[in-house]
């Protein structure tokens, strides 16, 4: 039973309590002023609407919660087997001693699986916090995603050129557009925070 279904019984078990209280004190037994009391309360048609629509939005509600916290777990999962997948391959070609080019090109899935984790982990509601709202997530994880792909072109261009001042330049642009649309995100969140009784 939802607060709301709970409150609207509430509400008609005190009211048909004080109509039999007052048909009593006019003289009616016990009986008479119950069957009074029920027909004066008229068509209640409206009221079981309003408590089944009640019940069906809470129901709808509780199955787009569940789904969407399973998509989020899929999309965590996903997100750090990409991670690992990437370190792991470039780990693997590092010690085959094959060119730097070929070691940095596998971390591109770094960069993927960081901005899927993020984006994961912001809409999965947990005990402590409520989910983030889902356009708000994308820009955080295109954040975190320019300032993975920054690094990452920074080391293959690196590894590429073998000049730092091509490294660096190639860093810059992602980076500094995925650290500045970080900043302006986090200074203008709002506090997910349950409050814990």
Known sequence: MTVRNFELKEELFTNIKEKISDYKLQGMEEEEAYKEAVIS????????DDMRRIGQDKAKSSV?????????????????????????????????????????????????GGA??????????????????KIRASLYSLAIGLILFGIYTAMA????????????????????????????LLFTGRNRRKELY
């Open 64 to 112: 787009y919660t569940t789904m969407t916290a399973r998509i989020a777990t899929a999309g965590i999962i996903a997100g750090v087997l990409l991670i690992l997948f990437g370190l792991l391959t470039s780990a693997m070609l590092y010690f085959m001693n094959l060119p730097g080019v070929s070691v940095t090109g596998p971390a591109v899935f770094i960069v993927a």
């Open 41 to 48: 309360m008229g068509d209640l048609s409206g009221l079981v």
């Open 157 to 184: 261009a690196g590894t590429a050129t073998g000049e730092l001042f091509i490294a660096i330049g190639a860093f810059m642009f992602f980076f500094l557009s995925g650290t500045g649309l970080y900043l302006g």
């Open 116 to 133: 899927l984790l993020t984006y994961s982990v912001l809409t999965k509601e947990t005990a402590k916090r409520y989910v983030m709202n």
